[in-house]
């Protein structure tokens, strides 16, 4: 096996007390032996790596000691390519496999601005000439209710100013209370009502606005913090700030090489990818183990492309709350259990 969290760890060992390890493929590999009833014997592969074909044609890593007959089963996060299965058996899959992007968290940016951005420019232009258009058309509205106030006290004597005809009667007191509610009566109740009108639009509106606004600015901000700029591969081979990689000779660095330099595929990102991942035979910007890609990641502007599951977990483990991932979850590739070449239990570790 191969060390690779969370698929493969080293548990707390007792001192003098031999390795013992844990994990997904581990929690697998335990429920197999119960079910099956065998027992085995788990040993880290001497270079630390997964497997893959060496230019004299001889593997690497736990393919190799498959071929070479050293170990019986291969578990870890080791994903079934067709490469490795002209060598050796899978079982069938037992996880889904894709790659994930590991980027570190971009730093928040104070813009005194910022409040402004809920609304367009537009609709704070429009707030900002209605203000003077309704206080206009209040003063006029208030204008002509003082010019009708005035005509009104003018009236003949013995006619009530305020046009009630009595005060002892029932019709008198709902009047007056009908006339306490719009502070006029007679012939200023048309522009006193026009006046409410007006003012209980402009609450409205007022409301209105102010509920958006909050609604909005809410989102903004929120929206702000999860967003990157970089959220696919086609993001990555667009942009120059951020430098990526992947773990040289393994199944993703594999992975991009046959899709960038495949001419049936036809895809300028792929190809765009590979440029950059092989420069200098990977010595670049590729790094030699998974867990040198995640510090590399946490340290600056570097993009880590590996598995999505492990990048998870590193994200989720992360104590400095550092690191993001992104990537596309739909893969047609999976983990599997390797062994050798024709080994009679590949079909019933599939079954189980």
Request: charged share 20%; hydrophobic share 40%.
């Amino acid at each position: 096996m191969a060390a690779e969290d969370p698929f493969v760890m080293v548990a707390e060992n007792i001192l003098g007390q031999p390795k013992t390890y844990k994990g997904f493929s581990i929690d697998v590999l335990d429920a197999l032996a119960k079910i099956l009833g065998f027992k085995y014997e788990i040993y880290q592969v001497s270079d630390s790596k997964y497997g893959s074909q060496l230019p004299n044609g001889s593997w690497n890593g736990m393919i190799g000691d498959l071929i070479n007959k050293r170990a019986d089963l291969a578990v870890s996060a080791i994903t079934i390519t067709p490469e490795r299965e002209n060598v050796v058996d899978f079982s069938k899959r037992y996880l889904d496999y894709s790659v994930g992007i590991l980027l570190r968290k971009p730093e928040e940016k104070i813009n005194i601005f910022s409040l402004f951005a809920p609304f367009d420019l537009a609709v704070w232009a429009c707030i900002a000439a209605a203000i003077p258009v309704v206080g206009v058309l209040i003063f006029l509205l208030n204008r002509l209710q003082a010019l009708r106030s005035s005509a009104t006290q003018n009236a003949p004597q013995g006619q009530p100013a305020n046009g009630v005809v009595g005060s002892g009667s029932l019709q008198s007191a709902v009047w007056i209370v009908y006339g306490a509610f719009v502070h006029q009566g007679g012939d200023s109740v048309i522009g006193s009502v026009a006046l409410r009108i007006v003012m209980g639009s402009w609450w409205l509106f007022t409301l209105i606005v102010c509920s958006s606004y909050t609604a909005n600015l809410a989102a903004y901000l929120t929206v702000s913090r999860m967003d990157h700029a970089i959220r696919s591969f086609q993001d990555l081979a667009r942009q120059m700030e951020v430098d990526y990689g992947t773990v040289r000779d393994s199944a993703v660095y594999d992975y991009f090489r046959n899709k960038g330099t495949n001419p049936l595929e036809q895809d300028s990102t792929y190809a765009e990818l590979w440029r950059t991942l092989s420069r200098n035979n990977g010595q670049d910007f590729s790094v030699s183990s998974p867990s040198e890609g995640i510090r590399k990641a946490k340290k600056g502007p570097y993009a880590f492309l590996w598995d999505l599951a492990v990048l998870e977990y590193a994200a989720l483990t992360d104590d400095d709350c550092t690191i993001t991932v992104s990537g596309n979850r739909f893969s047609s590739k999976g983990y599997g259990i390797a062994m050798q070449h024709g080994s009679p239990y590949r079909d019933l570790f599939s079954q189980k």
